[in-house]
């Protein structure tokens, strides 16, 4: 039984976290819940250091907003995922499956979306808390994600993206790499299909996520 916890979350306030909190300490029967905020990497971080922290969220929405460098989210996911005293919960919006295998990859506890109950969260503390080999969970909405196809991209196709994710136009592309204007179209629509990106927005956000891995 757990008599004390130490939660927090990281960048933005939230109401739903407060609500987040209430229901985790009584589901779990937790005697004292101290919620507490980190807006900033350094705070973040010395917190870690003095293992002060026993259970973080972290929202994509938040992480990807534009506010860290990517410098900072790297530090901050090392640290975060390499302290075995930390459970570190993602929840994932809008992430396709080449960045939830990367999230994974990083080392995080346990990854859910928001489509999934609050009840759900409750079974992965549960499961990853009382796992002996320290096995991530994932949520079946997660791993309906992750089951995508997602096909390699070639070297080709993965410098179209990046190309644009710089600002460059296709034109630009086009006499930068010496290809034909419909050559570099053909590749950055075979990357969107590979990737599963419907549209723009979906393309700039996906770069923009894989920016930091």
């Given at each position: 039984?757990?008599?004390?916890?130490?939660?927090?979350?990281?960048h933005?306030?939230?109401?739903?976290?407060?609500?987040?909190?209430?229901?985790?300490?009584?589901q779990?029967?937790?005697?004292?819940?101290?919620?507490?905020?980190?807006p900033?990497?350094k705070?973040?971080?010395?917190?870690?250091?003095?293992n002060?922290?026993?259970?973080?969220?972290?929202?994509?929405?938040?992480?990807?907003?534009g506010?860290?460098?990517?410098?900072?989210i790297?530090?901050?996911?090392?640290?975060?995922?390499?302290?075995?005293?930390?459970t570190?919960?993602?929840?994932?919006?809008?992430?396709?499956?080449?960045?939830?295998?990367?999230?994974?990859?990083?080392?995080?506890?346990?990854?859910?979306?928001?489509?999934?109950?609050?009840?759900?969260?409750?079974?992965a503390?549960?499961?990853?808390?009382?796992?002996?080999?320290?096995?991530?969970y994932?949520?079946?909405?997660?791993r309906?994600?992750?089951?995508?196809?997602?096909v390699d991209?070639?070297?080709?196709?993965?410098?179209?993206?990046?190309?644009?994710?710089?600002?460059?136009?296709?034109?630009?592309?086009?006499?930068?790499?010496?290809?034909?204007?419909?050559?570099?179209?053909?590749?950055?629509r075979?990357a969107?299909?590979?990737l599963?990106?419907?549209n723009?927005?979906?393309?700039?956000?996906?770069?923009?996520?894989?920016?930091f891995f």
């Open positions: 039984m757990i008599t004390k916890l130490n939660m927090t979350y990281f933005k306030y939230h109401m739903s976290y407060d609500l987040i909190a209430s229901f985790v300490q009584k779990m029967n937790i005697d004292h819940l101290n919620l507490r905020h980190f900033d990497t705070s973040l971080l010395t917190a870690s250091e003095k002060s922290i026993d259970m973080i969220i972290i929202n994509s929405s938040c992480l990807f907003d506010s860290f460098l990517e410098t900072e790297r530090k901050v996911l090392a640290a975060l995922c390499g302290n075995k005293h930390i570190t919960i993602f929840f994932a919006q809008n992430m396709k499956a080449a960045l939830l295998k990367k999230m994974l990859d990083a080392g995080i506890d346990i990854m859910i979306s928001s489509q999934d109950t609050p009840q759900e969260l409750i079974r503390l549960m499961s990853v808390m009382s796992s002996p080999t320290g096995e991530s994932i949520s079946q909405s997660v309906g994600t992750l089951q995508q196809d997602c991209l070639t070297t080709k196709e993965w410098e179209v993206i990046n190309l644009i994710r710089e600002g460059y136009t296709l034109s630009e592309i086009a006499k930068k790499k010496c290809r034909a204007m419909s050559t570099v179209s053909t590749q950055k075979n969107m299909n590979k599963h990106l419907r723009e927005s979906d393309l700039l956000r996906f770069l923009h996520q894989n920016a």
